[in-house]
């Protein structure tokens, strides 16, 4: 008799547990097709090929990442199970939120307005990733009410086409980076990442009221992801957070996987892996 009693006792935990983890697992199981919009912090080479290999040079950056290896997205793909066929990038290093950017390069709004209109009816069961709005800021805006609409836009955008499932990431203390760090415009840059990240938070809620239930909008805070690789090092496996290991296209550290960043600006492929694995975290969660 108590072994029938524990036995149903273990049936209905087991069911218990499947009822509420399942749904989150089958949603990053149904996901087959990965399209990335935004600048070079998820280009994989779209740059290097306009330019005809010439920049990011290579070495000592990665085959045309601006990194020292792989970047986050295709971490997230590998974790996703999705082969380089499933995954689609449209961002440009350089690429501001908008339509147009420095020198032609696309925005990530043109880049989702170009991607929409080409594909009227997208895949509902892929995930759609938008990362941008550092270069707005660093390239002198102190605004972020454009940088929110842009953002915004492209969001409906996908929305309106069939996108189901929308990454969308925030961006990091832009005042704390190697390149700003000790610049007098390192507060301001830091304040402006805030308000930016502020609105951003605030557009998800009007959005997910004006989209419905129908859309997923999947937020990868990657600002706290960076302040806690700042404030606590080792718990990330890095040693240095506040240098680049790259120095005038030369390296200059020993071990790129004990640094935080690779450059005074983007990451190391170790930094990529752990904002990989904070997105997936995002989407099971």
């Not at 147009?100 to 759609?128: E, R």
């Not at 304040?191 to 998800?204: D, G, M, P, R, V």
Request: charged share 15%; net charge neutral; proline share 5%.
């Amino acid at each position: 008799m108590k072994k029938n009693i524990l036995s149903l006792a273990i049936i209905a935990l087991l069911s218990f547990i499947m009822a509420v983890f399942a749904p989150s697992i089958l949603s990053v199981q149904k996901i087959n097709q990965l399209y990335i919009f935004g600048d070079s912090l998820s280009d994989t080479g779209n740059i290097y090929r306009a330019t005809g290999g010439v920049y990011p040079s290579s070495p000592p950056y990665f085959q045309g990442r601006y990194s020292n290896g792989l970047v986050w997205v295709e971490y997230l793909a590998s974790g996703l199970k999705l082969t380089s066929e499933q995954r689609t990038n449209f961002a440009f290093g350089g690429a501001t939120t908008g339509s147009s950017g420095m020198n032609g390069i696309p925005g990530l709004l043109a880049q989702v307005d170009n991607f929409t209109k080409a594909h009227p009816d997208i895949n509902p069961n892929a995930l759609y990733v938008l990362w941008a709005g550092a270069n707005d800021y660093l390239y002198g805006t102190s605004n972020s009410t454009m940088p929110i609409e842009n953002l915004s836009k492209a969001i409906q955008l996908l929305s309106t086409r069939g996108a189901k499932k929308i990454l969308v990431a925030n961006i990091p203390d832009l005042g704390k980076l190697p390149s700003t760090r000790y610049t007098a415009n390192s507060n301001s840059l830091s304040q402006s990442a805030i308000a930016h990240n502020q609105s951003l938070a605030k557009s998800f809620e009007v959005l997910n009221d004006k989209l419905g239930h129908d859309t997923q909008i999947i937020e990868l805070d990657v600002n706290s992801l960076y302040r806690e690789a700042i404030t606590e090092p080792a718990k990330f496996g890095f040693t240095n957070v506040t240098n680049a290991c790259l120095n005038n296209n030369v390296a200059v550290c020993d071990n790129p996987d004990k640094f935080l960043f690779w450059d005074a600006i983007h990451p190391t492929t170790a930094g990529h892996r752990i904002l990989a694995e904070a997105a997936l975290k995002a989407l099971k969660n």
